[in-house]
């Protein structure tokens, strides 16, 4: 297991378009996070699944945008209607129930151009 | 509201030399978790450090050490013996001890001169 893995690492997209960003957590983690890191910025924190269920949601996750985690392994971020403000990093990150207290295990991320 | 403040956008330090980073936090909160990550170009975050708020004694790893201040709300990184792979972005975090997400501040980064 090499860690948290992402797809795509970039994806530019017109506004308007429809995006669909990927995250493979480490196997045993059953918690999992996506964030959203503006430039200049710190990661905001987005939503959070423990297994299959989202148990959190940010106010910044408006209805254009919608987490899954089928099966409570891998999970997807889609943003739909995309706008030139959803330009950003898109962060996940995992961890087990007990090393959420010693941090999270980032990715590398999905930065996302809206042209 | 949890809000984390990182008053210093940049540094820098000469190789080999000390360097500390800044961080304040808000909360009402007595039980939390305070944390520094390093984030290199293009590369993902990486845990520095962490501290606990009820342990009193300040945490370290290897070069890295923090200065906690509880009452003061102030947890700043020092870096000792600077190394060229030290250059980052630093962001510091905070974390209630019942909560799921992480506060970030806006990050500082750290060039190290040869």
């Known amino acids: 297991d090499t860690g948290v893995s992402q797809d795509p690492r970039h994806k530019i997209t017109k506004r308007g378009q429809n995006v669909t960003f990927r995250c493979d957590p480490i196997?045993?983690?059953?918690?999992l996070y996506w964030y959203r890191q503006t430039l200049g910025q710190g990661p905001e924190f987005l939503t959070y699944?423990?297994?299959?269920?989202?148990?959190?949601k940010s106010r910044l996750l408006s209805d254009r945008f919608s987490a899954e985690r089928p099966k409570g392994s891998f999970s997807t971020l889609e943003i739909q209607r995309t706008e030139q403000g959803d330009s950003a990093m898109y962060l996940c990150?995992?961890?087990?129930?007990?090393?959420?207290?010693?941090?999270?295990?980032f990715g590398s991320g999905t930065r996302l151009t809206v042209v | 509201a949890q809000t984390v403040t990182q008053s210093q956008p940049e540094m820098s330090v000469q190789e080999a030399e000390t360097v500390t980073l800044s961080c304040t936090y808000d909360t009402s909160e007595s039980d939390y978790y305070l944390f520094w990550y390093k984030q290199p170009p293009s590369r993902q975050m990486i845990l520095v450090i962490r501290?606990?708020?009820?342990?009193?004694q300040n945490a370290t790893e290897n070069r890295f050490s923090v200065n906690f201040q509880k009452a003061a709300k102030s947890f700043s990184l020092k870096i000792s013996d600077s190394q060229l792979g030290d250059a980052a972005m630093y962001f510091c975090a905070y974390r209630t001890s019942a909560g799921n997400q992480f506060y970030f501040g806006t990050g500082t980064s750290l060039t190290v001169i040869p």
């Open positions: 196997s045993e983690h059953n918690r």
């Open positions: 501290q606990e708020a009820y342990k009193q």
């Open positions: 699944f423990q297994n299959e269920a989202q148990l959190e």
């Open positions: 990150a995992s961890s087990s129930l007990w090393q959420g207290d010693y941090g999270y295990t």
